[in-house]
T-cell receptor, first 113, second 117 residues
Framework: AQTVTQSQPEMSVQEAETVTLSCTYD???????LFWYKQPPSRQMILVIR??????QNATENRFSVNFQKAAKSFSLKISDSQLGDTAMYFC??????????FGTGTSLTVIP | DAGVIQSPRHEVTEMGQEVTLRCKPI?????LFWYRQTMMRGLELLIY????????DSGMPEDRFSAKMPNASFSTLKIQPSEPRDSAVYFC???????????????FGEGSWLTVV
């Protein structure tokens, strides 16, 4: 069975500082995708970053980057230069072949002015 | 507790046919959400309910889509008539509160994978 674990229900960070959100997953698959989604109060789910498991290089999107450790099955999200608009729920997700998605329970991030 | 339960897990249908996706939220949750996932657009919020009442359906693509929540333990998303561009994974989710809040979160079902040919 596939599981995705986010062990931090809530976190806070000072504006302009850096924060890292943790995610671990469990799978026997070798090829899969990992995602971080952001859910602001509008409840839309915004794709933040995506990582293919076969790529060793960590994905980066502007202020967002991941630390993908395949052997450890870890996929953490680093947000640099945090902004007030980063306040949201963040969901880690795993997708395996067949388009089956599994979501973590989310981390509530608050950016403090 | 059982999680959010969706059915069917997979469905293949012909263009023009009616499709009904079903969802049973977690017992006691006040909010129910329907999302659509495509690789191009990621997760899109289609509609959400609070206490069985539709609150925001602005994400519903067009009149071919409709959603109902006749009671607190059941919701349907219907597409009539279906088109190939409707092919996607449809997620149902439920939560206790609509906004990020300490200790509360949104729980997703495993999704319904729809293919319209």
């Amino acid at each position: 069975a596939q599981t995705v674990t986010q062990s931090q229900p809530e976190m806070s960070v000072q504006e302009a500082e850096t924060v890292t959100l943790s995610c671990t997953y469990d799978t026997s698959e070798n090829n899969y995708y990992l995602f971080w989604y952001k859910q602001p109060p509008s409840r839309q789910m915004i794709l933040v970053i995506r990582q293919e498991a076969y790529k060793q290089q960590n994905a980066t999107e502007n202020r967002f980057s991941v630390n993908f450790q395949k052997a450890a099955k870890s996929f953490s999200l680093k947000i640099s230069d945090s902004q007030l608009g980063d306040t949201a729920m963040y969901f880690c997700a795993f997708m395996k072949r067949g388009n089956q998605f599994y979501f973590g329970t989310g981390t509530s991030l608050t950016v403090i002015p | 507790d059982a999680g959010v339960i969706q059915s069917p897990r997979h469905e293949v249908t012909e263009m023009g046919q009616e499709v009904t996706l079903r969802c049973k939220p977690i017992s006691g949750h006040d909010y129910l959400f329907w999302y659509r996932q495509t690789m191009m657009r990621g997760l899109e919020l289609l509609i959400y309910f609070n206490n069985n009442v539709p609150i925001d359906d602005s994400g519903m693509p067009e009149d071919r889509f409709s959603a109902k929540m006749p009671n607190a333990s059941f919701s349907t998303l219907k597409i009539q008539p279906s088109e190939p561009r409707d092919s996607a994974v449809y997620f149902c989710a439920s939560s206790l509160v609509p906004r990020p809040s300490s200790g509360n979160t949104i729980y997703f079902g495993e999704g319904s994978w729809l293919t319209v040919v």
